[in-house]
T-cell receptor
Framework: EAQVTQNPRYLITVTGKKLTVTCSQNMNHEYMSWYRQDPGLGLRQIYYSMNVEVTDKGDVPEGYKVSRKEKRNFPLILESPSPNQTSLYFC?????????????FGPGTRLTVT | AQKVTQAQTEISVVEKEDVTLDCVYETRDTTYYLFWYKQPPSGELVFLIRRNSFDEQNEISGRYSWNFQKSTSSFNFTITASQVVDSAVYFCALKALSGGSNYKLTFGKGTLLTVNP
């Protein structure tokens, strides 16, 4: 089944404790992206990747890191999480970033930072 | 810069009513794509439709229809004979492919649709 998977689905952590949210797609998509969803703000892009080893900042990259060493994986790293990073996070992928293909989204990761 | 405005934050209707969700976009690019996504209470994001800037033909898919008008920069979504299962947050999104948009998908803030039995 074609899908985007994220792990964990739920995470409660404390300020400053490094964490990684994994994202994997099995559709051989070139483009991958991370979004955060907050009430009243919609979805905002954190980072995106056009292809392996090619990443760039989105609208709200502060406090986050990403890497794209393999085509299928695009982990999101919070080196020192803070309470303002409490949010619902979505990973997405699409066939290509340079054309208007739709993005497929993972199920979301709900992160709480205390 | 590109922007998507969904002025209706929440809409509540009674089952079988028709409802239109508004989407207004801004972009300086001549080549762009517009999308609608649905987010049901379970939380996942479901792709509904994609439309490119060169195709202003309206589209109908069952009870769903979309009206794209470049003259007013709008891409509105109508649900005919709404059902309780249509209750969800609906997002309109824009992706421009030129002018330094960085291949970003810009979302509106969403419209919460509640369909009451």
């Amino acid at each position: 089944e074609a899908q985007v998977t994220q792990n964990p689905r739920y995470l409660i952590t404390v300020t400053g404790k490094k964490l990684t949210v994994t994202c994997s797609q099995n559709m051989n998509h070139e483009y991958m992206s991370w979004y955060r969803q907050d009430p009243g703000l919609g979805l905002r892009q954190i980072y995106y990747s056009m292809n392996v080893e090619v990443t760039d900042k989105g609208d709200v990259p502060e406090g986050y890191k990403v890497s794209r060493k393999e085509k299928r994986n695009f982990p999101l790293i919070l080196e020192s999480p803070s309470p303002n990073q409490t949010s619902l996070y979505f990973c997405a992928s699409s066939l290509s970033g340079t054309v208007g293909y739709e993005q497929y989204f993972g199920p979301g990761t709900r992160l709480t930072v205390t | 810069a590109q922007k998507v405005t969904q002025a209706q934050t929440e809409i509540s209707v009674v089952e079988k009513e028709d409802v239109t969700l508004d989407c207004v976009y801004e972009t300086r690019d001549t080549t762009y794509y517009l999308f609608w996504y649905k987010q049901p209470p379970s939380g996942e994001l479901v792709f509904l439709i994609r439309r490119n800037s060169f195709d202003e033909q309206n589209e109908i898919s069952g009870r769903y229809s979309w009206n794209f008008q470049k003259s007013t920069s709008s891409f509105n979504f109508t649900i005919t004979a709404s059902q309780v299962v249509d209750s969800a947050v609906y997002f309109c999104a824009l992706k421009a492919l030129s002018g330094g948009s960085n291949y970003k998908l810009t979302f509106g803030k969403g419209t919460l649709l509640t369909v009451n039995p």
